[in-house]
Structure formats: C-alpha cells, structure tokens
C-alpha cells in the first residue's frame, strides 16, 4: 500500500557503505523517501559484518530496511551512462568517498549540477572537502581521538577507555547528514536551487564537547582527563560498585536530587563538601554503596526523584524494552527487533515487513522502474 509521509516522492541516490551514510538514508527511508542504493559487485563490507541473517548481516538489514540496491561498476562507461541518468533525476545524492573520487569518476556535485540543478549532494567525510587533512584516512576512535574528547575520560590505569558507541559516526556524521539534507530541501522549495553538504565528522563532534570548548576559550581553563562533573570527577555524577558486583549510575548533579541521595545512604555532608574535597566523598559513597546489592539500593530509591539507574548489559537493555513487538522487521522467515530511530510513529512508514535488499540485482531504467517495483510490495 502506498503510504504518503513528508519525503514521499523523494529520490534518493545513495553510493555510501557501511554507517554514516547508510544510517541517514535509512532516516531518509523511514520518512517516506524512495533510496537506491548502488554498490559493487562485492556488496556493501557491512553485508558481511557480524552475525549473518539470511542473505546479509544482521547489522546491514537493520540499516537498509525497505532501500532497493543495484549494482553498478563506475569504472564502466555502460553502468556510468545508467547512473548518471539516475542522477539526473535524484533529489538527494549521498556519497562518503574521499574528496576527488566521486569528481574523478565525472559523478561529482559539478558534474551533477549541471544537469540537475536542484540536486542536494552530500558528502560525508572524516575531515571534510578541504584541509590538510582531507585525504587522511580514519575511523571513528581517530575522529574522537582528534577531537581530545577520547582523552577526557580515563581508565583505572590512566589510559583512555575505547568508547561502546560510534559517536563520531552517527552523531558527527549520520545524524548532521540528514538534517543538513532537510534544510537544504526547504531552501529548495523557495529557490529551485541545490546545494553541496560537506559533513565532516570531526568538525562535528566538537557540538559534543560544547562544555570545554567554551571554557577553554573563554577562560583558558581547559577540561582535565576525569576532572570535570561529567568525566569523573563528582562523586555526584559517577559509576559506583554494589556488593553483587553490580553497578549503579549516579548522576545527582542538581542540589536536590543529591540531598535526597545523600540522606537515603546515610551520608552526613556539609554543605558543599562534595564540591571542596569530592575524591574523599567520592570514597565514602564508593564504601557505603558497596555494602548493599544493586536490588536492595533499588528498593531505597524506590518512588525517590533521584536520578540512579542500575547499569545494564546490552541484552538485559534491549530485551527489558516492552514495545520491540511493535517494532518489527523481517528476512524470510526470521524477525528482530527494529531500530527506534529518532523519527516520530506519525511521521514514519508503517511497520510493515520490509527486508533488506538483495545483492546482484540490476540497475533500473528510470526512477519510474524503480518506483512501480516500490508500490508494488513496500518490502524492500
């Protein structure tokens, strides 16, 4: 069934592998948009990271939901001619080559341009289109590396902790992507006029370190490694062990939810004494947390408005989530739970079956194939 949702109509030409870029089209996707995606022969490297669900990886279903893939070799004038016809009548380009690829192979913003004047072409990069470090290769631990908000939070060893999430990619990629893209339409819709985006994900981590930033330029104190309230050095903003080997996050930063805290464990402050001498608070609390397991501290803290959660494993998080029933999508004969992407129900596609794509189908024609294959199954 054909739905209509804010992106409806909307064509979206996508040449990116792996995460920042795919993650954007599938933002993309959800809204409404048609995506084709156009990879080599081999297949998108994510088709084959991790856990394999029928045809693809688990990791590359989640994030190719409902697309439609073609191959295309670029370096051939036959599939160079198909693509460039694509082009001429996408909405959206995204690519995430290094700078002078996609120009190198006469499909730059240029090139595009001329023959598509509305097109909104955006490239996500590590470093950006300019710079001395354009062409550095890197990954997301570089970018935070890079950014000195890997240093800020240190190990029991001094060293800094590899962070469990790519913030660098989704947030300093993914996520700039998509709503530079929505900006970009809308200016469209009053000028007719396109635009080239430059993402660059470690330009767009800094947003993250806001904090240090400001403070270091304005008053040249400069944050330290597990020094600040929000790296380790609170005891109200910290990781604590229980006497089950659990741990509780507690994150008191406000003066009321601290009282409460405080007196519920039983520790007599004064005033302020957190803030004069916090290792030694941090020490006490550490010691009184650790007598009790993590579900006696929860009946405690039971009705309190204080903000202490238990710290959860990845299986016990997702699988504690009531509305994963909800949120479905389907290979064959397997299901898993759907990404709860930052797209409001009333503005997404309905939750209907929609695998990812196959490998090895053919360029389409026109915009117009691809659509009538669309409309016919809404599956992906």
Not at 72 to 95: G, H, N, Q, W, Y
Not at 137 to 149: P, R
Not at 317 to 334: C, N, P, Q, S, W
């Amino acid at each position: 069934m054909t739905e209509t949702r804010a992106l409806t109509g909307v064509r979206v030409l996508d040449f990116s592998t792996l995460l920042p870029g795919p993650t954007a089209s599938l933002l993309l996707r959800e809204a409404g948009a048609t995506v084709l995606k156009i990879e080599r022969a081999h297949g998108d490297d994510m088709r084959r990271s991790g856990d394999q669900l029928m045809t693809a990886s688990a990791k590359f279903a989640v994030l190719n939901g409902g697309k439609r893939s073609a191959i295309a070799d670029l370096k051939s004038p036959t599939d160079l001619a198909k693509v460039f016809d694509l082009a001429r009548e996408a909405d959206i380009v995204i690519e995430q080559f290094r700078p002078g690829v996609m120009a190198s192979l006469g499909l730059g913003y240029e090139d595009l341009a001329r023959i598509n004047p509305g097109v909104i072409y955006c490239s996500i990069t590590g470093y950006g289109q300019v710079g001395p470090r354009s062409q550095v290769a890197g990954h997301d631990l570089n970018y935070m590396a890079d950014s000195g908000i890997l240093g800020q939070t240190r190990g029991v060893d001094g060293a800094p902790v590899v962070p469990p999430v790519l913030t660098a990619d989704i947030g300093g990629g993914a996520y700039p992507a998509l709503f530079n893209i929505l900006l970009a339409l809308q200016l469209r819709q009053r000028t007719g006029e396109g635009r080239h985006l430059d993402i660059s994900m470690f330009d767009n981590l800094y947003v993250f370190a806001y904090s240090g930033w400001a403070q270091g330029l304005a008053a040249n104190r400069w944050p330290q490694p597990s020094g600040e309230i929000t790296t380790g050095g609170s005891p109200r903003y910290m990781v604590y062990r229980t006497r089950d080997d659990a741990f509780l996050a507690v994150a008191c930063v406000e003066d009321r939810f601290w009282e409460i805290f405080v007196r519920v464990i039983g520790l007599q402050l004064e005033p302020g004494e957190d803030r004069r001498e916090p290792r030694r608070i941090m020490s006490e609390v550490a010691t009184i947390l650790a007598g009790r397991t993590a579900g006696e501290w929860a009946e405690a803290f039971h009705g309190l408005d204080v903000c202490v959660s238990r710290v959860l494993s990845m299986e016990e998080a997702i699988t504690a989530r009531t509305d994963l029933d909800k949120r479905m999508v389907f290979e064959g004969d397997r299901h898993f739970g759907d990404l709860p992407l930052p797209i409001s129900d009333s503005l997404r596609i309905s939750r209907t079956a929609r695998g990812s794509p196959q490998l090895g189908l053919a360029l389409p024609t026109d915009w117009a194939e691809l659509e009538r294959i669309a409309s016919g199954d809404d599956a992906g």
